[in-house]
């Protein structure tokens, strides 16, 4: 008898990722039979006509093509050539072998230097070492790792942001462990409270549950926050107090919008005040931030405050995969080490890229105060990262879901549920993406507008 659904575990019935769920597999069908869908549900900027970087893409080519850089006179400039020969003799083999399995040396050391220079500031002289460096296939894998070594029994659990981005339930899910839920503040522009925090380990200790971490998404997904730095100094004291590691999800520091917000991030921040008994696991990824490389899968973590007994786990873990892929640690390498002022490509680049974040900022302007003009609808600032999350009044007993789903059905627009991501009991939202190209933003408003006026 073939295999049947009944044979396979209750981990993996139970898993759950809402931004590839029934509403997307529903726009699908949709789009096969010749209904146009604007994909709002999942931060994927190439697929909504985001331009792919010409310095990344060309290095990657003369990666991919070495034979290119022999011929005289091709159109790669100077620069390009020089760094795609560098990252071909320190691959040794090129990109088609397999590396060590924590990724590329020269890889791991130029993610190290990057760290080091972003957090070196505030009279903070700051150091990562390369040992403690992964490369992974995006940060999502980086992600499973760490939950991977941290969930040990059924009874642990890890505090997750309640919004939050749906690969940390369905990981957490599918390795055994618990879900303990921390709601963010909406009223406060979804910020951290540490009242809310206390009261999620009381309801974990009460169930018997065993908490090993806390997950923070900084700027937020799905709710565009961007933590202060009082806030993350709560959180690592929290951490501290209750003996946590903190997964530091930091993919989005390149995103930010609001006119004298910053990125921090929790490395600096523990060197800063000096604190070394809380572990740190901290991802970056290649998707988000100007690159919008999603399908490359491309990414590192770096970790701190771990024993090396530990780290040759994490290593352990790491080599099952044997590593991962070689482009992507190309255009990861490419992320840290970009073009410098003085250099051929570097002119095209910083227009390239400040042209991207602007328009991101534009969008992200015009989405909430878009969104805020529809009765029923209200959306907090959208300080960061790639989304709006914004509230629903809806009429009793119709959920978010059947929302979606109509909205869907009715103009075409693709977004998520907010039950797919966690909400407080009695409240309704869903998750957009800023990303539809501009002159597209504003009939995405309007056709939201439209149908919520109506569906009411």
Known sequence: MPLQISDLSDAVLHTHYAVRGPIVARAQELEDHGKEII???????????????????NVLAACERPELLKVANHAFLDDVREKARYILEQSRYGIGAYSESKG?????????????ARDSHDGVAQASNPEHVYLTDGASKGVQTALRLLIASGNDGILIPIPQYPLYSATITLYGGRQIGYYLDEESGWGLNEQLLEDAMRRAMKEGI???AIVVINPGNPTGSVLSEDDMRMVIHFAKRHNLAILADEVYQENIYKPGLKFISFAHLMSKIEEREVSLF????????FFGECGQRGG????????????????????VALCANLPGQVLTYLMVSPPV?????????????????SELGKRAKMMEEGLNRIPGIHC???????????????PAGRTDEEYCMTLLEATGVCVVPGSGFGQKPGTAHFRTTILPPTSQIEHVIDAIAAFHLQWR
């Open 380 to 394: 907090q600032p959208i300080d960061g990262a790639m989304y709006a999350y914004p509230s629903l009044s809806l």
């Open 210 to 212: 065993r908490a090993r």
């Open 282 to 289: 901290s991802f970056h990824s290649t998707s988000k931030g």
């Open 341 to 357: 002022a003085g250099e051929p490509s570097y002119r095209l680049f910083d227009e390239e890229r400040n042209a991207i974040l």
């Open 104 to 116: 590329l040396r020269f890889v791991r050391a130029a993610i190290s230097e990057f760290i080091a």
């Open 39 to 57: 994909y709002c549900n999942i931060g994927n900027p190439q697929a909504l006509g985001q331009k792919p970087l010409s310095y990344v893409r």
């Open 300 to 319: 590192y973590m770096e970790v701190r405050n771990v024993p090396e007994e530990v780290i040759a786990q994490i290593t352990k873990l790491q080599s």
